[in-house]
């Protein structure tokens, strides 16, 4: 049996940890792909997270999301403590694979 880790229904990670896009990887700098307006706030959620955790969510930037957030993978050890910390449980699927 292989765990299932589906992102687009947990959003966890993008909600336990403190997310602060730095300012050099803005769409204004040099090679930059985040978008320069999400840079400024330091918020509790990530201000591009959508949806609700648990349920559905969604990057509303995923294609030009930070390198932080590219260096989580589904499984590891902060995504399982992000979804301790929400209750989020581990689906289990015979010949399933991991999603991201």
Avoid at 65 to 86: I, V
């Amino acid at each position: 049996m292989s765990e299932v880790f589906d992102c687009q229904q947990c959003g966890a990670c993008c909600a336990y940890f403190r997310v602060s896009f730095y300012w050099a990887e803005g769409d204004d700098a040099p090679g930059g792909t985040v978008p320069a307006h999400l840079t400024q706030a330091k918020p509790a959620r990530c201000v591009a997270l959508t949806g609700e955790i648990g349920q559905r969510v969604g990057c509303s930037i995923y294609a030009q999301r930070s390198s932080t957030c590219q260096e989580l993978m589904p499984g590891d050890d902060k995504c399982l403590k992000a979804r301790a910390h929400h209750h989020q449980a581990i689906s289990s699927a015979k010949n399933a694979s991991t999603t991201a």
